[in-house]
């Protein structure tokens, strides 16, 4: 399941959309036909993104180009009606024994935190420019 930003101004229609997913598939697998026969799901009005049939190297390729969220399994492959909203994504991290058993930060003073987000919306960036971006969005707002 890729979770994916919203398509470029333009890019209205079901069939661009689903073109437009088709030319990021492409620029992994190397071929037009090759990623058009292996999306088997899409979204592309209130949630974007869609289910592919992609080894997981390539997955790792997939996730790493500008405009992709996340590249994760489907959760649910056989199911009819798929679930494109990033809260289903944010689910899977946990197992189903801890589903709904322990809480993500317990009731009291946390010292520790586990903060998400999302890549920044710029093209290809370091490990280092990404550091630098969190800490900038972190010191927004912790204040310090």
Known sequence: MVLME??????NSKPQVIDYYVKTLERVLGSEKDAQMCIYDASWDTHFGFCCDID???SHELARLPGVFSVKPDPDYSSVKKDYSS???QS?????SQIGSTLL???GNTKHWLVRLDKPGVGVVTKAQMVDYYAQILTKVLGK
């Open 6 to 11: 919203a398509p470029p101004h333009g890019v």
């Open 56 to 58: 997981e190297e390539t």
């Open 87 to 89: 809260s289903i994504i």
């Open 92 to 96: 899977s991290y946990l197992s189903s």
């Open 105 to 107: 930060f317990p009731v």
